[in-house]
């Protein structure tokens, strides 16, 4: 099993950017799929990115298409969400997730590794 620790968030203004990171420790990191959920205060977590174990797909959530990339890093174990031109409702806390062979679903449920989350918050 894999250990997530997330990194990257912090305070910034419309318009700008972060790059999130998320570390994992642990083996057959390359077995897992991983996954980018937020939560805003008196929200459900929701979906932003995802990638299969098997790295051919990515997938966004509506909201983000365009504005975040996935990335991940098989050798270092490192996920990654670059956050371009954000804005105040992508104020939220940030978690990594991971599912072991899974496909990069978009349900939360699929995912039973988290990190604690790192807080973004987007001053307007």
């Known amino acids: 099993q894999v250990q997530l620790v997330e990194s990257g968030g912090g305070l910034v203004q419309t318009g700008g950017s972060l790059r999130l990171s998320c570390a994992a420790s642990?083996?057959?990191?390359?077995?897992?799929?991983m996954a980018w959920f937020r939560q805003a205060p008196g929200k459900e977590r929701e979906f932003v990115a995802a990638?299969?174990?098997?790295?051919?797909?990515?997938y966004y959530s509506d909201s983000v298409k365009g504005r975040f990339t996935f990335s991940r890093d098989n050798v270092n174990q490192m996920v990654y969400l670059q956050m371009n031109s954000l804005k105040p409702e992508d104020t939220a806390v940030y978690y990594c997730a991971a599912d072991e062979y899974g496909l990069g679903s978009s349900l939360r449920l699929k995912y039973h590794t988290w990190g604690q989350g790192t807080q973004v918050t987007v001053s307007s």
């Open positions: 990638a299969g174990w098997m790295g051919d797909n990515i």
């Open positions: 642990g083996r057959a990191f390359n077995t897992y799929a």
